[in-house]
């Protein structure tokens, strides 16, 4: 099974940027979609932007056109660049398979916050 392990977040004001990274420890080309989710403690995972097999992707509406997702496939990482950050960016976010099942396991995520 591909381990995936998230990193590139951290303290950042508003209006800042981050790019965070997911690392596979194998290869990622035969996944048919990867995605980025974050998580606020209390409430549920919530998808945050998605790339399929072929580079089509897709965004949550209060994060389109500010981040932008894409995937090495020779690297096996999946990216997230995040740009014009604001305080309800702030989340822990996770790298994952975009759909995923409800038993995939999330690996230990990044923090991201987003604070004056």
């Known amino acids: 099974q591909v381990q995936l392990v998230e990193s590139g977040g951290g303290l950042v004001r508003p209006g800042g940027s981050l790019t965070l990274s997911c690392a596979a420890s194998?290869?990622?080309?035969?996944?048919?979609?990867m995605g980025w989710y974050r998580q606020v403690p209390g409430t549920e995972h919530e998808s945050v932007a998605w790339i399929t097999r072929r580079g089509g992707t897709g965004y949550e509406r209060s994060v389109e056109g500010r981040f932008t997702i894409w995937r090495d496939n020779v690297k096996n990482t999946l990216y997230l660049q995040m740009n014009n950050l604001k305080p309800e960016d702030t989340a822990m976010y996770y790298c994952?398979?975009?759909?995923?099942?409800?038993?995939?396991?999330w690996g230990q995520g990044t923090q991201v916050t987003v604070s004056s």
């Open positions: 994952s398979i975009f759909p995923r099942f409800s038993t995939t396991p």
């Open positions: 194998g290869s990622i080309a035969d996944f048919s979609g």
